[in-house]
């Protein structure tokens, strides 16, 4: 059975370091969650090993750069005296498009993404003269859904385009409703026998990275693994993403996955299936 938790605050002095994930955590895509806001803040004060302190990572699949990131928390009301630094899948995406040098990329996905684009110093080709898509979302999540690209991306699969997804998120929250993500045109992508590389959750290179930045920010701490608590709404990224790093994990229960109602049986059959099991959950992280 896992544990329903009424607040974040018995664990507090479990863990050293939190990974938190943002969009279903920190914020719904409209506004900041003042409950997250205060959690981060007591950790970072009063949390960690003694009541000393903990540390606070967010771990992000949002395409774009750590600090194209930060100026969006800023937007929704995420103050950064929450946190101690931000890791993106737009950071991990970095390195796979430096493992295309000197190919063209074509750029799919919404203006606001454009920060990783100008990080990697691309300049974005048509498609019919790319040798590699760089996806980051539809260009219009709001009216759009995957059925809008299956013409387009069969046209790029029989050239054998390779693609880069920066956010393998499937769907997120958006205030009340669900926008699709990245994730879902790189899953179609891989059905019509594309070949996908991904950036983020679950995949490992987004831990291992947000591990060299916590060593980069704190040099004189030594973290142990084993204190470092991940925390998420996402079943298929947050969960799965930390038990193949090997962190323990802590569930919030978000529109992602879960409505109105949620209790104790509501969430063991929400994983009775999943072997990425969370140590605890929460209604709402706080």
């Known amino acids: 059975m896992i544990p329903l938790l009424n607040s974040v605050s018995s664990l507090s002095q479990t863990y050293d370091v939190?990974?938190?994930?943002?969009?279903?955590?920190?914020?719904?895509?409209?506004?900041a969650f003042q409950s997250s806001i205060d959690a981060c803040h007591e950790f970072r004060e009063k949390g960690g090993a003694?009541?000393?302190?903990?540390?606070?990572i967010l771990l992000t699949n949002a395409p774009r750069p750590d600090f194209s990131v930060a100026e969006q928390l800023e937007g929704f009301g995420v103050p950064a005296s929450c946190y101690d630094g931000i890791v993106s899948s737009?950071?991990?995406?970095?390195?796979?498009?430096?493992?295309?040098?000197?190919?063209?990329?074509?750029?799919?996905?919404?203006?606001?993404?454009?920060?990783?684009?100008?990080t990697a110093g691309l300049n974005p080709v048509p498609l019919e003269q790319a040798d590699v898509i760089l996806l980051t979302g539809l260009f219009d999540d709001e009216t759009e859904g995957p059925e809008d690209y299956r013409e387009m991306l069969t046209g790029a699969q029989k050239r054998k385009l390779p693609m880069i997804c920066a956010n393998p998120d499937l769907q997120v929250e958006?205030?009340?409703?669900?926008?699709?993500?990245a994730g879902i045109l790189g899953q179609l992508y891989e059905e019509l026998g594309g070949e996908v590389l991904y950036a983020g959750k679950p995949y490992l290179p987004v831990y291992e990275l947000a591990q060299k930045r916590l060593k980069e920010l704190f040099p004189?701490?030594?973290?142990?693994?084993?204190?470092?608590?991940?925390?998420?709404d996402g079943m298929k990224t947050d969960?799965?993403?930390?038990?193949?790093?090997?962190f323990d994990?802590?569930?919030?229960?978000s529109g992602l996955h879960v409505g109105a109602e949620f209790d104790q049986a509501f969430l063991d059959g929400l994983f009775v299936d999943f072997d990425a099991k969370p140590i605890g959950a929460l209604r709402q992280f706080g």
Request: glycine share 14%.
């Open 18 to 31: 939190w990974f938190c994930d943002i969009w279903g955590v920190m914020h719904n895509g409209e506004t």
């Open 50 to 56: 003694d009541g000393i302190g903990g540390r606070v």
């Open 90 to 118: 737009g950071d991990v995406s970095q390195h796979l498009i430096r493992s295309f040098e000197g190919k063209q990329f074509y750029h799919l996905g919404p203006s606001r993404d454009l920060p990783v684009i100008e």
């Open 174 to 181: 958006r205030g009340a409703r669900l926008v699709y993500c």
């Open 220 to 232: 004189e701490n030594n973290y142990d693994p084993s204190r470092i608590l991940c925390i998420g």
């Open 239 to 246: 969960m799965p993403g930390a038990l193949n790093a090997g």
């Open 249 to 253: 994990a802590l569930f919030v229960a």
